[in-house]
């Protein structure tokens, strides 16, 4: 089975450009989830959805982030403007239900540097 | 906020020896608790998940739960070194948190 499927793997943009990453779910799963990893502050939780519909995006750091998901197999995160403060490894993850006995899968991450 | 503490390391263990990871946590409800490995430049991937208070086994892994003392651990013996890695305590469910993470190194 194909795992989660995140492109682009690496970008490098320039501060103020618009950065969109993207993700497609392993088929079949409710659940989808954007994290957000730095030496700093860890893996941090952006948003999640449940059946495409974002259900928790408390995580988002702020107006510049935003996330969709048109359909149960493709997610948009996308920065704008990106800042330099925005570089990481941002993470997408699915999962098929979540209770007991089920977790989630991640992607390979896209790795972002705004310079 | 919900809160995952783990030791942060880095934990240096020889060869053959037990390693041995922490984490609480401060959510009593929380009913889910995970354990990731990352290895450098690769996305975390699921090693232990253990609901029940009490030990879990699986081959070299021993996850251990306490929720009375909201406190997981995990327990990797006959270390390796393709254990060298760093390890995340996960907890929760749709909003899954995770630790800082402990880097672990083992020594041929």
């Known amino acids: 089975d194909a795992g989660v499927i995140q492109s682009p793997r690496h970008e490098v943009t320039e501060m103020g450009q618009e950065v969109t990453l993207r993700c497609k779910p392993i088929?079949?799963?409710?659940?989808l989830f954007w994290y957000r990893q730095t030496m700093m502050r860890g893996l941090e939780l952006l948003i999640y959805?449940?059946?495409?519909?974002?259900?928790?995006d408390s995580g988002m750091p702020e107006d510049r982030f935003s996330a969709k998901m048109p359909n149960a197999s493709f997610s948009t995160l996308k920065i704008q403007p990106s800042e330099p403060r925005d570089s990481a490894v941002y993470f997408c993850?699915?999962?098929?239900?979540?209770?007991?006995?089920?977790?989630?899968?991640f992607g390979e991450g896209s790795w972002l540097t705004v310079v | 906020q919900k809160e995952v503490e783990q030791n942060s390391g880095p934990l240096s263990v020889p060869e053959g020896a037990i390693a041995s990871l922490n984490c609480t946590y401060s959510?009593?409800?929380?009913?889910?608790f995970f354990w990731y490995r990352q290895y450098s430049g690769k996305s975390p991937e699921l090693i232990m998940f253990?609901?029940?208070?009490g030990d879990k086994e699986d081959g070299r892994f021993t996850a251990q739960l306490n929720k009375a003392s909201q406190y997981v651990s995990l327990l990797i013996r006959d270390s390796q070194p393709s254990d060298s890695a760093t390890y995340l305590c996960?907890?929760?469910?749709?909003?899954?948190?995770f630790g800082a993470g402990t880097r672990l190194t083992v020594k041929p």
């Open positions: 959805f449940n059946n495409n519909v974002p259900i928790d």
């Open positions: 996960a907890v929760g469910a749709s909003d899954m948190r």
């Open positions: 088929s079949g799963h409710d659940y």
């Open positions: 959510d009593r409800g929380s009913q889910s």
């Open positions: 253990i609901y029940s208070n």
């Open positions: 993850a699915s999962s098929p239900a979540l209770t007991t006995g089920n977790t989630i899968y």
